[in-house]
């Protein structure tokens, strides 16, 4: 069993749509917690940091934590062609190095 | 504020070979992580450096990778006698990290290695 699951997707939406990404994960240590963007042969870009249960809001993105669940999701709201590209969650933990483990990542088609 | 840089772009080696990718941080970072994506998968935590120490390489092959992180200059990742199987974009990431704080990684655009 993998420390995050990820649903590799394709996830296919119109435009305007809600989106939600989800991962859950199997250590309980994880305290930190993000939502990375990559375009196709691009380097990852950081859209959500939170270490903490509850949701996160940041314009269109909301990032909800849920800690007892072991689950983390992105909300894109009014989703954009724009945003085509694959969703990476990503975890860390307290310790020497808050190295990243993360989620194979999740394909987002969003149709015009 | 320029981003995380990476150098160079592409490289294509053949078997045998050796392969040096250069990472350069953010301004005032001091923290360097190196992952791997291998095709279709997720990235892979290999090694994280602060400036003339390697804190955790639990993530590096045992033989043939190296990171290095001077006091001048950027963080190199070695990887000598090259495989196929190194075929993959590797990606460097830095921190500002504050002592017994963890901070947000901002990637750069990676190096995508081709074993010929």
């Known amino acids: 069993q993998k420390e995050v699951e990820q649903d590799p997707g394709p996830l296919s939406v119109p435009e305007g749509a809600i989106v939600s990404l989800n991962c859950t994960y199997s250590n309980s240590a994880f305290q930190y917690f993000m939502w990375y963007r990559q375009y196709s042969r691009k380097g990852p870009e950081l859209l959500m940091y939170?270490?903490?249960?509850g949701n996160k809001e940041d314009g269109r993105f909301t990032a909800q934590v849920d800690k007892s669940s072991k689950y983390i999701s992105l909300f894109i709201r009014d989703s954009q062609p724009s945003d085509s590209a694959t969703y990476l969650c990503?975890?860390?933990?307290?310790?020497?190095?808050?190295?990243?483990?993360f989620g194979s990542g999740t394909r987002l088609l969003v149709r015009p | 504020n320029a981003g995380v840089m990476q150098n160079p772009r592409h490289l294509v080696r053949r078997r045998g070979q050796e392969a040096r990718l250069r990472c350069s941080p953010m301004k005032g970072h001091s923290h360097v992580y190196w992952y791997r994506q291998l095709p279709e998968e997720g990235l892979k935590f290999m090694v994280y450096l602060q400036k003339e120490n390697i804190i955790d390489e639990s993530g590096m092959p045992k033989e043939r990778f190296s990171a290095e992180f001077p006091k001048e200059g950027p963080s190199i990742l070695r990887i000598q006698q090259v495989v196929r199987g190194d075929s993959a974009a590797y990606f460097c990431a830095s921190s500002p990290r504050v002592a017994g704080q963890p901070g947000e990684q901002f990637f750069g655009p990676g190096t995508r290695l081709t074993v010929l």
């Open positions: 990503a975890m860390s933990w307290m310790d020497s190095s808050y190295k990243l483990i």
């Open positions: 939170t270490y903490s249960s």
